[in-house]
């Protein structure tokens, strides 16, 4: 890679994903990197603490630069005197108060503009000076004082760990920044959109506040305060609130900054509109595939079992024991079931090993196979139906690559699963099915719906025609490839400006 010094064409900003985690977004920008050659790119990559820095991927020639920042990690910077601490947490109290509040980007240019007035900022005064003991115990007198202050403290102070981490990090030059979703690199995105003036895109591939509602309702440790009260009209704000409110104001200030909110689909829509995105600014464009190599594909003929695959990590978001379940049930139907688990199995070992104990509690470790990363080229001829039993998803690249090489996928209805195997209510002709969409952690449904398609020869080619013929038509990634490159090429022609004339100052 080239000097860092480098002005890219774009700046990729990217949480927890590429080039250190395989996965679904991993590949996907991995794929939109080698479609531009001719552009430069940075990789700007937000990883939590402790985090692994093994390469997964082969850098492509045009990455230019990297570089990564630990979210949650701060210098310890220079200690200020105690009143040029108190004017910076003063400067910072109304802005910060507004951020937990789902405020969005005026109130993060606040923050900006306060922490650019203050050089060698860092732990020391942000967190750890008395200002910001006394600006801490002002904000939970405003916003929360129902709640425990002990939890407000580590709450808070977690937050702005992250939020702190994010707007001190060394902020890249480039032409146009592209977030590969909110978040943490969402605001990293929108602090780059106001600090530079350039350019932001945004492509949301799932919708990062839908994931950390999940996450944060299923947090034991954050206490529920008043909410078990019967009277709705009194109920305060929890301090879950404080978490699902913050993040929603990094999406808003994210969609507040971009030029242009891509999704891969319109189910998505509804939730960024939800949480502040401006419709005027969506845009939908599809993951795709390359067609041409998948559709190479042929089924292997001769003696061999009848086949299915989940493909994808062994992590919990998969369920993979909701697929192991269904392929018990499915071995009544189907005797001679072969049955593939493929991708990695050592980002969660204890979920893979109770995996593995679990399909020798049903009896059916003659029947899976646990193979480990493989080159998917190598199996889809071996495979008839493809089964997705994930609890979230966005657009699962499995669905479309098993989908050109005409096999049907029996999925859970996540993401845009259904949209994918059933066809977008715009499509015209209607195709018909491409195999099924099952309701989530339902082992029987699933089983139903692989061994129709086993026993069922004019169901299965009906099923294999239509999803082959959507991806051609509608996931194609030469098409798509060339939209993205005319949103890039509208964008870098640019010249930089201010997101809102109020933020000049901030510019």
């Not at 789902?102 to 606040?110: E, F, N, S, V």
């Not at 007198?141 to 709640?147: I, V």
């Not at 979230?392 to 005409?406: F, K, N």
């Not at 029996?410 to 059933?422: F, K, L, P, S, Y």
Request: hydrophobic share 40%; with cysteine; charged share 20%.
């Amino acid at each position: 890679m080239s000097d860092r010094r480098q002005i890219a064409d774009v700046c990729l900003i990217l949480e927890g994903t590429y080039p250190y985690v395989t996965g679904g977004v991993s590949a996907w920008t991995h794929d939109l990197i080698t479609a531009h050659k001719d552009l430069s790119f940075h990789l700007m990559t937000l990883l939590p603490t402790g985090a692994s820095k093994e390469l997964r991927y082969s850098i492509p020639s045009n990455v230019v630069s990297h570089s990564t920042a630990y979210v949650q990690q701060l210098p310890p910077g220079q200690k200020m005197t105690d009143r040029r601490a108190r004017v910076l947490c003063e400067a910072l109290q109304e802005h910060l108060l507004g951020m937990q509040s789902r405020g969005g980007i005026q109130h993060l240019a606040g923050i900006i503009e306060a922490l650019r007035s203050f050089r060698k900022l860092g732990t020391l005064t942000l967190l750890n000076s008395a200002a910001a003991w006394e600006m801490l115990k002002r904000m939970y007198q405003r916003a929360y004082p129902h709640s425990s202050f002990l939890d407000y403290f580590w709450s808070c102070r977690a937050l702005l760990g992250g939020l702190y981490s994010i707007l001190l990090a060394e902020l890249p030059a480039a032409r146009v920044y592209h977030t590969v979703s909110t978040g943490y690199a969402g605001l990293f995105g929108a602090r780059a959109a106001l600090e530079t003036g350039r350019p932001l895109l945004l492509t949301e591939h799932g919708i990062y506040t839908n994931e950390r509602r999940i996450e944060i309702g299923m947090a034991d440790w954050l206490q529920a305060g008043n909410s078990s009260s019967l009277d709705i009209h009194s109920r305060m704000p929890t301090l879950k609130d404080l978490w699902i409110n913050t993040f929603i104001a990094y999406s808003r200030a994210c969609y507040e900054a971009a030029s242009e909110i891509i999704t891969l689909y319109e189910g998505n829509q509804q939730f960024q509109l939800q949480d502040g995105a401006a419709s005027e600014k969506l845009r939908i464009i599809p993951n795709g595939i390359d067609y041409e190599r998948f559709s190479k594909i042929r089924p292997q003929t001769g003696a061999r079992r009848p086949s299915v695959a989940l493909i994808g990590r062994v992590v919990p978001i998969k369920d993979v024991k909701t697929f192991l379940r269904a392929c018990a049930l499915l071995k009544n139907l189907v005797p001679d079931i072969q049955a593939y688990v493929l991708g990695p199995t050592d980002e969660d070992s204890e979920y893979f090993r109770e995996c593995e104990n679990m399909a020798g509690h049903l009896g059916i470790e003659d029947v899976v196979t646990f193979t480990g990363r493989v080159k998917l080229d190598d199996y889809l001829g071996r495979i008839d139906v493809v089964a997705l039993t994930s609890i979230s998803e966005a657009q699962p690249l499995t669905v479309l690559e098993a989908g050109a090489a005409g096999i049907p996928t029996v999925a859970t209805d996540v993401g845009a699963c259904r949209e994918m195997i059933m066809g977008p209510a715009s499509e015209s002709p209607a195709l018909g099915p491409g195999g099924a969409v099952t309701p989530l952690c339902n082992p029987p449904s699933t089983a139903a719906a692989m061994a129709k398609l086993l026993n069922d020869r004019y169901w299965y080619h009906q099923c294999s025609r239509a999803i082959q013929e959507r991806v051609r038509t509608l996931y194609n990634k030469a098409t798509l490839d060339r939209t993205y490159r005319a949103v890039y090429e509208t964008y870098l022609q640019r010249p930089a400006s201010s997101i809102n004339p109020s933020l000049e100052a901030v510019n």
